[in-house]
């Protein structure tokens, strides 16, 4: 098995420097970087095994998004927001000392992502975006606020499993060994006792504000300008019964921009995991076949 090695970088906010975590797989002079950046209250861990089974051919780095798992919370809740994530990760890679990367992004993790390759002269060379696209739907965003702002605390490592499973549901049907990964990797045990998930309840604060600046409710987020500046090969790979990306705004990602490919992942939603070799053989092959 591969060593999976831990690591820190300062990153810096309007209300100062922060250390953003980051976890890293494989040789550490491989030139072939690929970048796996998670999901809303997720963190780098959730991709452990897509990392193990591609160190080998890549050095992967799994960064935890600053209020996220190992990384500072910021003194401003305000700044959580992709501009910040965006630039966090500018200076991940100036740590990491390379000129290109391949880049898989799961939901915020792909809109951060969207926001790097959309820019001149990005050190993007390929990007993969989970079930995330230029259209964030309103349900799946009214879905999420339910539970952002208000994380509850747990008496027992089994009651936060049984907790996760409900709110993560639509990650599919994993494996025991898969919820127990998926839910060690984002809790804590705080001075009370009790256990915790690993996120900033702050991160809501700018989530709720960006909804509710859509000016109506019901309505999406539109970011297809952002995609439409996207030059390098993309590949989005939708969960069957995803909220948050439909079939149509697939199909249109595949007639502008970058015209990305698709691979639509049957039995999940939001958002396919990479923790089963299928799963992991639709980021091989794309990054491969180029």
């Not at 809303?40 to 935890?64: E, I, K, M, S």
């Not at 008496?155 to 499973?165: F, P, S």
């Amino acid at each position: 098995m591969t060593a999976m090695r831990q690591s820190f970088v300062k990153c810096l906010s309007p209300a100062g420097f922060h250390r953003m975590a980051y976890v890293e797989w494989g040789d550490p002079h491989n030139p072939r970087v690929l970048i796996c950046v998670h999901g809303l209250t997720r963190c780098g861990r959730d991709f452990d095994y897509l990392a193990q089974a591609l160190a080998g051919a890549y050095r992967v780095v799994c960064p935890d998004v600053v209020g996220r798992g190992q990384s500072d919370w910021l003194r401003e809740p305000l700044h959580y927001g992709i501009p910040q994530y965006a630039a966090d990760m500018v200076a991940l890679l100036a740590r990491l000392d390379v000129e290109t990367v391949d880049w898989l992004g799961t939901s915020m993790g792909g809109m951060i992502g969207m926001a790097l390759a959309a820019q001149a002269e990005t050190p993007i060379r390929r990007l993969i975006l989970n079930d995330v696209g230029p259209v964030i739907a309103a349900g799946a965003l009214a879905r999420i606020s339910t539970y952002l702002a208000t994380p509850p605390d747990f008496a027992t490592i089994e009651e936060a499993e049984h907790y996760i499973r409900l709110i993560a549901a639509p990650f599919g049907n994993l494996t025991d060994g898969q919820w127990r990964h998926l839910t060690e990797r984002v809790v804590k045990t705080g001075s009370n006792g009790r256990i915790a998930l690993r996120y900033d309840p702050g991160i809501a604060a700018p989530f709720n504000a960006a909804v509710a600046a859509q000016g109506e409710v019901g309505k999406d987020v539109d970011l297809w300008p952002l995609y439409d500046a996207i030059r390098c090969p993309t590949l989005v790979v939708r969960g069957e019964t995803s909220d948050l990306l439909s079939r149509q705004t697939v199909a249109a990602m595949g007639e502008r921009g970058p015209r990305a490919r698709s691979v639509e992942i049957p039995g999940v939603g939001h958002a396919p995991m990479f923790m089963d070799d299928a799963q992991v053989a639709v980021v091989r092959e794309f990054l491969q076949c180029l």
